[in-house]
């Protein structure tokens, strides 16, 4: 499976972006999707993670009622809809994906800056 995220950038606070994640390769022995994110010094995070076969979805508690992920089966791509952006939501933002087998995928990551 390879991961191409994208849709980062530089926003004022209160703002919205839209982050994608196109997945290729294996993409029927995908399980998982998630969202990550990764401040200078700090430990990569989980954000949100949506089931590839079905509609569950789960979300860190910093970023319920702001952010929204979602699914393209068809166009396989994931999506991150982040709104009422903080400063502290500034990071590295990575797409994973599970795999059967137990296998992880990473994308390349995209900056995310929120200035206040």
């Known amino acids: 499976v390879q991961l191409v995220d994208s849709g980062g950038g530089l926003v004022q606070a209160g703002g919205s972006l839209r982050l994608s994640c196109a997945a290729s390769?294996?993409?029927?022995?995908?399980?998982?999707m998630s969202w990550f994110r990764q401040a200078p010094g700090e430990e990569r995070e989980v954000v949100a993670q949506?089931?590839?076969?079905?509609?569950?979805?789960h979300y860190a508690d910093s970023v319920k009622g702001r952010f929204t992920i979602s699914k393209d089966n068809a166009e396989n791509t994931m999506y991150l809809q982040m709104n009422s952006l903080k400063p502290e939501d500034t990071a590295v933002y990575y797409c994973?994906?599970?795999?059967?087998?137990?296998?992880?995928?990473w994308g390349q990551g995209t900056q995310v800056t929120v200035s206040s």
């Open positions: 994973n994906a599970e795999a059967v087998g137990e296998e992880s995928y």
């Open positions: 390769g294996r993409t029927d022995s995908i399980t998982t």
């Open positions: 949506i089931a590839w076969s079905g509609v569950s979805t």
